[in-house]
RNA sequence: GGAGAUAUAGCUCAGCUGGGAGAGCAUUCGCUUGACGUGCGAAAGGUCAUGGGUUCGAGUCCCCUUGUCUCCACCA
């Protein structure tokens, strides 16, 4: 029966073999079922470009644990996985990789560079598939969908002409953020800012008509080709005689208006501000209002373009210091300050963003917003921690259109046709046969196509059939939780609840969770520009992935940040290996059983105690997983199985499973089977493979039947109150503190633990001398006895036997060869100065008039009760030093 | 400019609705204790950033200040 396990624990013998068990048995796989309720969790689409890295471990343990929680609860729980096609992200790779081959993108075609992104994403895009199965991700894989699979495209289709249809999507022509590398128009979301030095160029322009010239400051001088107007503030007397005149342009020779308006701030540089519609933001606005040109100076490379007159042709920093050159050389450059400032820039390749006035296609916001904004205040959906509500609100209620063309190839193609012959767009799922305007036949289609978050906001219901009104819809939407980085929360997070709300009309999940980065032990992120990643397979590859996942959701409370260490993962790793031998402990013991596999009656005080607490320990995690203290939870788990189980537990059980004869042998067993069984299956969640193997192997050498073939698909345990036993309880933390002192003194002592000492226990009270007397036998293994001794007083002590003092009794050692009395002396004195604060302490609330008045009676009967345990205490020290003649 | 987070033991961080400060790692001492040295036992180490306030009572709630970080905005 017994069963040779290694001595330390190697999850790479079993964690493959299991992740394929589980796969075979189906156990992953989802079906409707309405006679159970159904748990949802829609994975966040890693990209087919991407290898697993921290955030997504963090990310996946997230999920795989809150769905083997719910899953071992009883829901029918379905964890729906899939990958996005990252349009952008993507699109990049392959172009890089076609330079390599030589081959440029705009020769080889559309169809034929989207012929490759396919070949591409069959060959790497389920990589990332693969590394989080070697997490331990319980995915219902069956159901893997990809953001451009056909179904998918058909719900992308099917928005964007309801939208259309709706008037919410529209083409325009609008100021919009322009990427001249990637060629492409990105949304203010993949804006980012750097803070960049540069300088303040002040420049003048001549008054037309006049011989004054009118400064102001440019930290983008060449856009002044592009200039129609200049501004100063309406109220501004500085320049009030100069509105409505004009300014001379050099260069293009335009003649340019001065205006008035109060974008302007008087107070910073010049209180003038030159204006570009075509290539500022701010400008355009000002522009629109004044009804000014909007002159383009830029090609979409960030060349000049023929607006330019003679900069034609130049890059624009180029151009730049070319026009500030001949600027001073015509003395219209005033000075140049040095001046550091934000510069918009694109997220994927960092290079500096162009404000260019494009005809896109925008997702008009202000309604569509509205019920994301209603769910989250109205709490519909819950966003937990709930600090990211201010950073929800702080964009939806500024939030602007959304610019959803992409001048890219790989991703949904717009499904906007125009007649070649008028112009005339028709929106369409297919090419429409004929013009309805003007009977021609012939159309082409958009050429953009739409940035990927369109198609990852419809993730939670297009993955389960939508727009069709399937059985997986009506049953797993809408979702439960969605688990993901505050930092998508623009990106995708608020652009799932609105798209719910109107596709669905209903919200897309409960609860979102949100987590933190994994930075690096320094606290940067781990970025490859730096290397400073770790990669999450490698960690698994060394110390498993149950020591990763263990660590990456201990140690931080939710949506923070953490830092990794390899000293944690090693931590982990050290309980997984505990784990594991504590429970080859109790398989290598479980032949000593003998057949007496009694329960109920023969269990002893310790019995109860662990069973009460590993009780108490199901209700503690039940409930923090509940509200999504997932490290809470874990860490009462690790608590309880080292300390609890492991050093007190098994230490207490191993005399009575030694003795020869122990009636109490088949109680222990069978306590030491269940409580280690509970505590597996709290662990399950966190630690699937370590817990699986042993679950498995204990229920081989018991050669139970079929009940529960694994541990993943076993039942959640409940609290129970018949197991909830608080004297029992209270007796064995009595023999803990009993041990502890016992331990305390033989070490202040100096005592090696080979030199064993008899322990007679002293006590008035009847109910601790019971509770020693059933705990005796403990006394041996927790603290090196030869012999335990219980009585009523002190007759026959040995006057310079050592003493420990707990509530309720004192405990004696004669260890006169060992001890040196003046050590002794000084060692009660301490613990009599001790009590001495303590019982000052507890006088002091006690007397304390408002104390008593306003304190509830609880906490003024806890308080009296510690009085008089210390003032007991306080006088077994007191003897003991005047029987020491002190 | 706006918002949020954070400041706790040498390091990294927990500390739920206010009622005697905790963990991991590191440090010191002891241990071939019939599961585990990836271990066991014992210990040392903190005026919980500063200053106020609320309260019988504050690491915990409120305000001020200071430091650090993040997000948003993007004044040319």
Redesign the pocket.
């Known amino acids: 029966m017994y069963k040779e396990l290694a001595?330390?624990?190697d999850p790479k013998d079993i964690e493959e073999k299991l992740y394929e068990k589980w796969m075979n048995k189906k156990y992953f796989h989802a079906e409707v079922d309405w006679s159970r309720k159904p748990f949802t969790i829609v994975i966040p689409p890693p990209n087919i470009t991407g290898q697993l890295h921290m955030g997504h471990a963090l990310d996946n343990t997230m999920q795989d644990i809150l769905v083997r929680f719910k899953r071992m609860q009883g829901y029918n729980t379905l964890w729906q996985p899939g990958t996005d096609h990252a349009s952008i992200a993507t699109e990049v790779k392959i172009i890089e990789k076609l330079k390599e081959e030589g081959i440029d993108k705009d020769e080889l075609g559309r169809e034929g560079f989207l012929k490759r992104a396919w070949e591409w994403k069959k060959e790497y895009g389920g990589r990332i598939i693969e590394q989080l199965k070697k997490l331990g991700s319980s995915c219902d894989w069956d159901r893997e969908r990809f953001t451009m699979d056909e179904g998918c495209s058909k719900a992308v289709t099917e928005v964007f002409l309801r939208l259309h249809k709706k008037k919410m999507i529209y083409k325009g022509s609008r100021i919009i953020n322009w990427c001249p590398i990637c060629r492409t128009s990105i949304s203010?979301a993949e804006v980012?800012?750097e803070e960049q030095a540069g300088h303040f160029w002040h420049i003048k322009y001549p008054v037309v008509g006049t011989d004054e010239f009118l400064e102001f400051?440019?930290?983008?001088p060449e856009t002044m080709l592009g200039d129609t107007a200049v501004a100063v503030h309406p109220e501004d007397e500085r320049y009030a005689h100069l509105v409505g005149k004009s300014v001379m342009l050099p260069f293009v020779n335009r003649e340019i208006p001065i205006i008035a308006d109060s974008?302007?701030?008087r107070e910073?540089?010049m209180?003038v501000?030159?204006i570009t519609p075509a290539h500022?933001?701010?400008d355009f606005e000002v522009g629109r209002r004044h009804n000014l040109p909007e002159i383009n100076i830029m090609n979409d490379d960030a060349t000049i373009n023929e607006n330019g007159g003679k900069f034609c042709g130049m890059d624009r920093y180029a151009a730049r210091k070319q026009i500030v050159k001949e600027l001073d050389e015509m003395g219209l450059l005033v000075r140049i300050e040095d001046y550091s400032?934000?510069v918009g820039t694109h997220d994927r390749c960092h290079t500096t963003i162009e404000p260019m006035i494009k005809q896109q296609w925008f997702v008009k916001m202000d309604e569509l917003i509205k019920p994301a904004i209603k769910a989250v205040k109205e709490k519909e959906i819950k966003l937990v921690p709930e600090?990211y509500e201010?950073?929800y609100f702080?964009?939806t209620d500024?939030i602007r259109d959304w610019c959803i063309s992409r001048q890219l190839w790989w991703g949904h193609r717009i499904p906007a046709y125009y007649c070649d012959k008028c112009g005339e767009i028709v929106v369409a799922k297919e090419m429409p046969k004929v013009c309805p305007s003007c009977g021609c036949e012939h159309f082409t289609q958009d050429p953009d196509t739409l940035d990927t978050w369109f198609s990852s906001a419809l993730w939670p219901f297009s993955t389960l059939g939508w727009p069709d009104e399937t059985e997986d819809l009506k049953y797993f939407y809408p979702t439960d939780v969605l688990v993901t980085g505050y930092?998508i929360i623009?990106f995708w997070v608020i652009r799932m609840i609105f798209s719910g709300y109107e596709q669905m009309g209903e919200k897309p999940f409960r609860t979102v969770l949100f987590h933190g980065l994994v930075r690096d032990s320094q606290?940067r992120k781990m970025s490859k520009s730096l290397g400073n990643g770790i990669d999450p397979l490698k960690i698994i590859e060394q110390y498993g992935a149950d020591a990763l996942r263990f660590t990456l959701i201990t140690?931080?409370?939710p949506g923070?940040d953490?830092?990794f260490?390899m000293?944690?993962v090693e931590?982990s790793?050290?309980f997984a290996?505990?784990v594991w031998?504590?429970s080859?402990?109790i398989m290598?013991n479980l032949e000593r059983a003998d057949g007496s596999e009694a329960s109920g009656d023969s269990l002893t005080d310790a019995d109860k105690w662990i069973l009460s607490k590993v009780n108490t320990l199901v209700k503690d995690v039940t409930e923090n997983m509940e509200k999504f203290e997932l490290?809470?939870a874990a860490?009462k788990i690790y608590d309880f199985i080292?300390e609890e189980f492991?050093?007190w537990y098994?230490?207490m059980v191993?005399p009575r499973l030694?003795r020869d004869v122990d009636e109490t042998k088949g109680a222990a067993i069978w306590t030491l089977k269940t409580v280690l069984t509970t505590a597996l299956k709290l662990l399950h969640p966190y630690m699937p493979f370590i817990t699986e193997e042993i679950f498995c192997t204990l229920k081989e050498l018991e050669s139970k039947g079929e009940e529960e073939e694994s541990i993943m698909i076993s039942s959640w345990p409940e609290y129970q109150e018949s197991l909830s036993f608080a004297a029992e309880e209270e007796a064995v933390e009595t023999i803990k503190q009993a041990v502890?002192s016992i331990?305390?003194v033989r070490?202040?002592m100096n005592v090696?633990?080979?030199r064993k000492a008899a322990v007679i226990v002293v006590s008035a009270q009847d109910r601790i001398r019971e509770i020693f007397e059933g705990s005796r036998v403990f006394f041996s293994?927790l603290a090196a006895a030869s012999e335990v001794t219980i009585q009523a007083d002190k007759t026959g002590i040995a006057q310079d036997a050592v003493s420990a003092v707990i509530p309720g009794a004192t405990l004696y050692m004669p260890l006169s060869d060992l001890v040196d009395i003046e050590k002794e002396i000084a060692r009660l004195n301490k613990e009599r100065d001790r009590l001495t604060?303590?019982i000052k302490?507890?006088q002091g609330m006690l007397s304390?008039e408002?104390?008593v008045k306003?304190?509830?009676a609880a906490?003024i009967k806890e308080e009296e009760e510690?009085l008089a345990k210390?003032t007991n205490m306080m006088n077994q020290v007191l003897e003991q030093l005047k029987h020491l003649g002190c």
Do not use: L
């Open positions: 001595k330390t624990y203010d980012v800012y400051a440019t930290t983008r974008y302007v701030d910073f540089g209180g501000v030159k500022d933001p701010n400032h934000n600090r201010s950073t702080n964009w500024n930092d623009f606290g140690g931080n409370a923070n953490m830092r260490y000293e944690r931590a790793r050290n290996n505990k031998n504590a080859r402990f290598m490290g809470i860490q080292w492991c050093d098994i230490e191993k030694y502890k331990r305390g070490s202040g090696p633990p080979s293994t604060g303590e302490r507890s304390n408002n104390f306003k304190a509830p906490k510690k210390y």
